[in-house]
């Protein structure tokens, strides 16, 4: 047994912790037999890393960061955290389109679960992926880029198919982003023209504590450029200019957040919500995840909002997001444009598993789990949900006909 634990604490890893430092000591480690997974910046609240074999953890392989001769492109070896590529991004003139709300998650870690930040027109951070490199069960190395016929199988991968090992992302020209937040949206007109609050900037993000059901705690309008582009939106959802710069947990110190204000910076101090040198969220924590397209959107927040005198007392700060449609398999955004709502929770996990159900139920049967959190769907729901889902079992199974890479979580899901 390991003594390492996730991010927040919640799960201990049950296999053999290994840091290989070159491509020959992974190979050997996958290799070797027996169950085998990678580990990332462990920020997942569930078992999907998880294993009883080798953990393969990438920290002290050796570091790859290299702009591509068109400058359209970079590639970065897997266990670099967006918060390390960023700022060296940002030193070329360079940018991502998108960051999540914190920048302490792992590349490939970040890819393979589907994780994403927000804004209607941006994808999840997996769309950036142009190419990977896998590491496969075999020992071989299997690069995959957009075009071939088993890429969007594999970008989110869920850990299923081998180590990936690099990555090359899609960058463009450097940019600068505003940050401005509001208090207390009335969820009445916020729902009434959801279309039109979420495209209100670049990225957009309502967050609420459903302490009360009439209004929101917070909305959060990041801008790309100078401009307040939102105009009277939020006067219109009764809601006034912070008077201080906020967290989004009422309460909490809101140091660890960047920059706010309508000042603009640089995209990767304004993106995230979080400083990197900061603990981001509270910490302590879960997370549990749904993402509905948008034509859902609203029945999906007005089922959340009719359970809020059970989701409260559990409850940190539950964040409403979008998210651009894609082409990927196993992208909670596959198909359709995106709604998520994030529930943030106290560290009760027993209590949070026992409500679950009950939100999972009274939500669209659109809603699609996020893979790294906590949720309780079972296997063949989960499988119903994602109409690639076959073609992805077919992938695996060509890719890893041993089944080396199968754990527990995977197993519950059918694969």
């Known amino acids: 047994m390991s003594e390492e634990r996730n991010w927040a604490g919640n799960l201990g890893y049950r296999g053999t912790v290994a840091h290989p430092t070159d491509l020959d000591e992974a190979r050997s480690l996958i290799t070797a037999g027996g169950p085998v997974r990678t580990l990332g910046t462990r920020h997942c609240f569930n078992d999907i890393a998880d294993?009883?074999?080798?953990?393969i953890a990438l920290d002290r392989m050796p570091r790859v960061f290299e702009i591509s001769p068109e400058r359209d492109a970079v590639r970065v070896s897997a266990a670099?955290?967006?918060?390390?590529?960023?700022?060296?991004?940002e030193a070329e003139g360079l940018a991502l389109s998108n960051l999540a709300s914190l920048p302490h998650i792992s590349v490939a870690g970040a890819v393979a679960t589907g994780t994403h930040g927000?804004?209607?027109?941006?994808?999840?951070l997996a769309t950036a992926v142009r190419e990977l490199t896998l590491l496969t069960a075999s020992g071989?190395?299997?690069?995959?880029?957009?075009?071939?016929?088993?890429?969007?199988?594999a970008v989110v991968?869920?850990?299923a198919l081998g180590a990936v090992i690099e990555l090359v992302l899609d960058v463009e020209p450097t940019y600068r982003v505003a940050q401005r937040v509001y208090d207390r949206p009335r969820w009445d007109a916020v729902l009434a023209d959801l279309d039109s609050v979420t495209s209100a900037g670049t990225s957009v993000s309502v967050f609420t504590t459903w302490q009360r059901t009439d209004s929101a705690d917070q909305l959060w309008i990041k801008q790309r450029g100078d401009a307040d582009l939102a105009g009277d939106l939020p006067a219109r959802l009764g809601a006034v200019p912070a008077d201080a710069k906020r967290h989004p947990i009422l309460g909490v110190d809101a140091e660890a957040c960047t920059d706010q204000g309508g000042v603009p910076g640089p995209w990767y101090e304004r993106l995230p919500h979080f400083r990197l040198e900061f603990t981001p969220s509270a910490g302590q924590e879960l997370q549990?995840?749904?993402?509905?397209?948008?034509?859902?959107?609203?029945?999906?927040?007005e089922a959340v909002r009719s359970l809020a005198g059970r989701i409260a007392p559990l409850l940190l700060v539950t964040e409403v997001r979008t998210i651009a449609a894609d082409e990927l398999w196993l992208s909670t955004a596959h198909g359709a444009d995106a709604v998520a709502v994030h529930f943030t929770w106290r560290p009760d996990e027993g209590a949070v598993r026992a409500l679950l159900p009950t939100i999972e139920a009274a939500l669209p049967a659109s809603?699609?789990?996020?893979?790294?959190?906590?949720?309780?769907?079972?296997?063949?729901?989960?499988?119903?949900?994602?109409p690639r889902w076959d073609e992805f079992a077919a992938l695996r199974a060509e890719l890893d006909p041993d089944r080396r890479f199968v754990n527990d979580y995977l197993e519950r899901l059918g694969l």
Do not use: Q
Request: no cysteine; aromatic share 8%; glycine share 14%.
């Open 367 to 386: 809603a699609r789990p996020h893979w790294g959190k906590v949720f309780t769907f079972d296997g063949a729901e989960v499988r119903r949900r994602h």
């Open 288 to 301: 549990s995840e749904y993402l509905v397209p948008r034509r859902d959107a609203v029945a999906a927040l």
């Open 80 to 89: 670099l955290r967006y918060g390390d590529i960023a700022p060296l991004l």
């Open 118 to 124: 927000s804004g209607d027109a941006i994808g999840s």
């Open 140 to 153: 071989t190395l299997l690069t995959l880029r957009r075009g071939d016929p088993r890429f969007a199988g």
């Open 51 to 55: 294993t009883t074999g080798t953990l």
């Open 157 to 159: 991968g869920l850990g």
